[in-house]
């Protein structure tokens, strides 16, 4: 089985910065892609930041310039780096990762189980 566990959750000032991390684990051939997505309540779920695994990344226009995404390919570990968060950044914060379990096998996404994300005005 695959697990994706984020942590680095929790209540901020606006602000602050939080770091948010989430590391892949169990049976992982090849991982593709990681990110981050973000749901507030009452919304959709919105992409945040992607990462490939040579390091090519993608923003959400609305985070660009106050996260960074970054990844350790050696511990399938991807990471989140968000600064001056704003009460409309509270969300639980998904983590997610495109992956081959065996060699030659096909790539599925998954996701983690989400990590609360609160700042307070």
């Known amino acids: 089985q695959v697990q994706l566990v984020e942590s680095g959750g929790g209540l901020v000032q606006a602000g602050g910065s939080l770091r948010l991390s989430c590391a892949a684990s169990g049976t992982i051939f090849s991982i593709n892609s990681m990110g981050w997505y973000r749901q507030a309540p009452g919304k959709q779920r919105e992409l945040v930041a992607t990462?490939?695994?040579?390091?090519?990344?993608n923003y959400a226009d609305s985070v660009k310039g106050q996260v960074s995404i970054s990844r350790d390919n050696a511990k399938n570990t991807v990471y989140l780096q968000m600064n001056s968060l704003k009460p409309e950044d509270t969300a639980v914060y998904y983590c997610t990762a495109t992956l081959a379990k065996y060699r030659g096998g096909n790539y599925y996404g998954y996701w983690g189980q989400g990590t609360q994300v609160t700042v307070s005005s």
């Open positions: 990462i490939t695994n040579g390091g090519n990344t």
